[in-house]
Nanobody
């Protein structure tokens, strides 16, 4: 399984970014895809995940601002991140969970104040 993430970058506070992550090598249609983030010195934390059936789970910090969606035909997951805050600055990692977690390489999101 390989994950290719894109869409990170620099944005001003209040702005928006849409990340994407395409997974290849997945043989199971039943899986969970999503995003975590990490800042130096802290543990990786949940941003949002979505099942292949469309059920979602968001971190409290993401609720109301971020929307996660996926295209099952393309094995791609998209978090739309709105109303970004400086504290959203982190390296964002996409993941797919089948029998284990697989991780992408991470993409940096920087929100300037």
């Amino acid at each position: 399984v390989q994950l290719q993430a894109s869409g990170g970058g620099l944005v001003q506070a209040g702005g928006s970014l849409k990340l994407s992550c395409a997974a290849s090598g997945i043989r199971s249609r039943t899986n969970i895809m999503g995003w975590y983030r990490q800042v130096p010195g802290k543990q990786r934390e949940l941003v949002a995940v979505i099942t292949s059936g469309g059920d979602t789970n968001y971190a409290d910090t993401a609720k109301g601002r971020f929307t996660i969606s996926r295209d099952n035909a393309k094995n791609t997951v998209y978090p739309q991140m709105n109303s970004l805050k400086p504290e959203d600055t982190a390296v964002y990692y996409c993941t797919v969970v089948i029998t284990q977690n697989y991780w992408g390489q991470g993409t940096l999101v920087t929100v300037s104040s």
